[in-house]
C-alpha cells in the first residue's frame, strides 16, 4: 500500500480560511470508495479517484502560493499503537512552528490549537471510514524500518492575486496520506553541494514553499551522482554544514559529543532534530549545537545522520566533500543513531514509555 513517500489522498481533508480577522474551518469529505475496492482498483481507476480527491473547488489558480511561492507547510505523522489507535507525535511543535512560518511570511498565523484539533480530527474522520494504517508486529522484526504511518500535511494557500504581494486572507489545507519510508535502503550517501539553500536574512528557518525549490535540484543532483543526500554547506564562506536536502544533520564525534548546527537565519527547527538531541541526553551522550565545520566534520565524526519527519534517523554511511570521501563505520548504521533510532522509533509506535507526553491520542 503506502509505497515510500507517494500521494494517495485519504478522502476527508480540512479547509479553513481567514477572513473577518477570525479563522473559520470545516471537513471536507471527498469522492471515495471503501478502502477495499480502493486497494483493488487499477491504476488508471486509481488515479482518477486520486485527481478528483486532489481538487477543491474555490481555491484560486493565479494567487501568490502558484506564482510567487509565498507559502509554507507542515509535515507530521500519526503511528498505529499496538492496542489499535493512532497517536500524532508532537503535533504541538508543528502548530508553532507553522504559525511562526506563516507569521513570518506576514500572513495572519493559524491558531495552534485550532492546527491540533484540526489535525487530530481529519486522522479521526479518515479512520472512521477505515482509511488508517494498523499495527503489525512484523515491523518489529526490522526495527519499524518497514512500518507505515499517516502523513500529515497542513499547507497554506493564499487568495488570488498576481502582483507579488503578501497575503491577508490565506486558506489553510490540511490532507493526510499514508506513508513508507522516505529513502531507499541500500544506498546511504551524502555529498556536498555547491548550492545554496538560506542566507542570512533569508527564509531559511521558516518551513516556506520556497525553501524546497534549491533542495530539490540539489537532491536531484546528488541522486543524479549516486548519492541519496545531498548536505548543503553555509553560503557566507562555504565551509560550515547546515542541513541536508530536507532534514537536520548531526555528527557523532570520536570525543563522544553529538553535534548539530546551531539554530538560525539558516536552519530550519526541526521536531526531530529537538527530540533526538533530548533523547540523546538522556542517554548521557553529550550534545552540542554549535558550528562545525565539513573539515571537522569529515575528520572527527565516527557517525554521521539525518534527521527529520519524513527521514526519521538515516544513518550516512559516506559523505564526499570536493573529490574527497570518508567512510563511517564500515558503511554501516552506527551504534549511536541505532540507539537514538530504536528510542525514537519504539516511542513512536508505542514501544517504549513516552515520557515527556509528545504522543498525541486521535
Ligand atoms: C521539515 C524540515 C526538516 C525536519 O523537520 P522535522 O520537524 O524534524 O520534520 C529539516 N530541514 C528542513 C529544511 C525542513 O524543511
Redesign the pocket.
Known amino acids: 500500500m503506502a509505497k515510500g513517500f507517494s500521494l494517495t489522498m485519504y478522502p476527508w481533508l480540512y479547509l479553513a480560511k481567514f477572513s473577518d480577522r477570525k479563522w473559520s474551518g470545516k471537513y471536507i469529505e471527498q469522492p471515495h470508495k471503501s478502502p477495499e475496492e480502493e486497494a483493488s482498483m487499477n491504476d488508471e481507476a486509481a488515479s482518477k479517484l486520486q485527481t478528483e480527491r486532489n481538487y477543491i473547488p474555490g481555491l484560486p489558480l493565479v494567487n501568490y502560493t502558484t506564482q510567487y511561492g509565498m507559502g509554507c507547510f ?3 505523522k500519526a503511528f498505529p499503537q499496538p492496542d489499535g489507535s493512532l497517536k500524532i507525535f508532537r503535533p504541538d ?2 502548530g508553532k ?1 507553522f504559525k511562526m512560518s506563516m507569521e513570518g511570511l506576514y500572513m495572519p498565523g493559524f491558531p495552534v490549537d485550532m492546527f491540533v484539533e484540526s489535525v487530530k480530527t481529519v486522522i479521526k474522520k479518515n479512520e472512521q471510514i477505515g482509511f488508517a494504517p494498523k499495527y503489525e508486529k512484523e515491523w518489529e522484526k526490522d526495527d519499524f524500518l518497514s512500518g507505515t504511518a499517516v502523513y500529515i500535511r497542513p499547507f497554506s494557500y493564499t487568495e488570488p492575486g498576481i502582483g507579488v504581494n503578501i497575503s491577508s486572507s490565506p486558506w489553510v489545507v490540511t490532507i493526510a496520506t499514508p506513508v513508507g519510508a522516505y529513502f531507499a535502503p541500500g544506498n546511504s550517501g551524502a555529498t556536498t553541494t555547491k548550492r545554496v ?2 542566507t542570512r536574512y533569508g527564509t ?1 528557518c521558516l ?1 516556506t514553499d520556497s ?2 525549490v534549491i ?1 530539490a535540484l540539489a537532491k536531484h543532483e546528488a541522486m543524479q551522482e549516486g548519492y541519496m543526500e545531498a548536505v548543503f554547506l553555509d553560503a557566507l564562506e562555504n565551509k560550515y554544514l547546515e ?6 544533520i548531526f555528527c557523532y564525534l570520536k570525543n563522544g559529543s553529538l553535534v548539530t548546527p546551531d539554530l538560525g537565519d539558516t ?9 533526538v538531541l533530548k533523547i540523546a541526553s538522556d542517554f548521557g551522550i553529550k550534545t552540542e549545537e554549535r558550528k562545525i565545520s565539513i573539515d571537522e566534520a569529515m575528520s572527527d565524526s565516527v557517525e554521521m545522520f539525518v ?5 526519521g534517523i538515516t544513518f550516512l554511511d559516506s559523505i564526499n566533500h570536493n573529490g574527497k570521501k570518508v567512510v563511517f563505520n564500515n558503511g554501516k548504521m552506527g551504534d549511536v543513531a541505532k540507539k537514538l533510532l530504536l528510542k525514537l522509533k519504539g516511542i513512536q509506535y508505542g514501544k517504549e514509555e513516552d515520557k515527556y507526553g509528545w504522543m498525541f491520542k486521535v
Not at 534527521?307 to 527521514?311: D, F, V
Request: glycine share 16%; net charge positive; aromatic share 4%.
Open positions: 507542515e509535515g507530521l511543535e508543528n512552528r539553500r538560506a531559511g518551513k525553501n524546497y533542495s542541513e541536508g536536502s530536507s532534514s537536520n536552519i530550519l527547527p526541526g521536531v526531530t532534530r529537538k527530540t534527521s527529520g519527519t519524513a527521514a
